[in-house]
């Protein structure tokens, strides 16, 4: 999905049969009611983005169309418009497209881009993503200079809680790379240290009980079980995670030579830990949530729940709530839950609109009491934090 990054955009889309119209898709959302009205469709010609501007600036360039960036017209918030023209699409490409949306529109977490609008007509999709302006996590590594281990282990905890809440869904990401994390905002910004989850070309919906064959991702990133084509699990994500975290606290991928070399070394498992010097400075405690991830047998590598239970991730992290909640805020919740499936989807909608700036505490308090990590809270969670 397009997104504000600076590498171009690329289109790759596995072939699926269990795809569906991108006109049903919106019924097989986890939450119909939001869905639908985030989804729009006209057998006309006439273009349906009525409600934004371009503002000029080509965001990427694929081979299905290009990702530019758009601004609300009344909002006047930014946005990345990806515009995909169906006459230069494969049939095959398309399904999976429609599978892609059909997992995105359905997705709703902080740490995740969200999927804003869908608009569809005979001639074309055109998919309204929110627009992530603080660019890629390596670039931002590149431009602070400094970065210390605790750095690291706050975006690892962003990026696992995306995973976990992926997983908690049976959904496999599958392409999990630096470049497929990007920062909200930009420097100085409420929002600056958000990170968001990008680019569900490959993602599934798994079904625990089985395997996953498919070869995808990106070699650097590919886990053993999934070179080995005997079929893999949800694990494969927590392995890519491993590369990412590697990098974040090297430098260097632990995996590197010609593709066939690599792939040799990540069946082995032979990760290079030869930089001395890079590793001086990192805690014990990161080392060993790396041996963890990048475990070559998926039995024995941790998943996203684990690791985000590990003591690197929790070392110094804020305490469950700021404040306890007032039994006000208790009371708002239990109306709320008792409220109709038409005035919860109303509840919803409005918080689609509401920008970064405004929502931002109330994502901290959410995450904050989320201790399950499955982008949802429980009752007992919800006790917990009024105790």
Not at 128 to 154: N, S
Not at 305 to 320: D, F, T
Request: include cysteine.
């Amino acid at each position: 999905m397009g997104q504000c990054s600076n590498r171009g955009n690329e289109d790759k889309y596995e072939a699926s049969p269990h795809a569906v119209s991108l006109e049903k898709a919106k019924s097989l959302s986890s939450n119909a009611a939001v869905t639908t009205a985030r989804y729009h469709h006209s057998q006309s010609g006439q273009k349906l983005v009525g409600g934004y501007e371009v503002d000029g600036k080509v965001l990427g360039t694929g081979l299905c169309g290009d990702v530019v960036l758009v601004r609300g017209k009344i909002d006047r918030r930014r946005y990345a418009l990806k515009t995909i023209r169906k006459q230069q699409v494969a049939a095959s490409k398309l399904a999976q497209l429609t599978a892609e949306v059909e997992i995105y529109l359905s997705l709703d977490h902080p740490n995740i881009a969200k999927l804003q609008d869908v608009y569809e007509t005979d001639n074309e999709i055109c998919l309204l993503t929110e627009c992530c302006e603080g660019g890629e996590l390596y670039f931002r590594l590149q431009k602070r200079g400094v970065y210390t281990d605790a750095d690291a282990a706050q975006a690892t905890r962003q990026m696992l809680r995306a995973i976990g809440y992926l997983h908690a869904h049976n959904i496999v990401h599958r392409d999990l790379k630096l470049e497929n994390f990007l920062y909200e905002g930009g420097e100085g910004k409420d929002c600056a240290s958000q990170l968001k989850l990008i680019d569900f070309g490959f993602a599934k919906i798994w079904d625990p009980s089985t395997l996953m064959m498919a070869s995808c991702g990106s070699i650097a990133y590919v886990s053993p079980d999934v070179l080995s084509g005997k079929g893999y699990t949800n694990k494969c994500d927590l392995w890519s995670l491993g590369v990412i975290v590697w990098m974040l606290l090297a430098g260097y991928p632990p995996f590197h030579g010609d593709e066939k070399l690599m792939m040799a070394k990540i069946k082995a498992g032979e990760a290079d830990w030869s930089h001395k010097s890079r590793w001086t400075p990192v805690s014990n405690a990161a080392i060993d949530l790396l041996r963890g991830l990048l475990q070559r047998d998926p039995h024995r590598r941790l998943d996203a729940q684990e690791a985000l239970c590990h003591p690197w991730l929790n070392q110094g992290a804020c305490s469950a709530v700021p404040a306890a909640l007032s039994s006000e805020a208790l009371r708002s919740l239990q109306r709320y839950s008792k409220a109709s499936r038409v005035r919860r989807a109303v509840l919803q909608l409005l918080a689609h609109e509401l920008a970064p700036d405004e929502t931002q505490e109330l994502r901290e308090l959410f995450l904050a009491i989320d201790k399950s990590n499955e982008g949802t809270i429980c009752l007992r969670d919800l006790k917990d934090a009024i105790r």
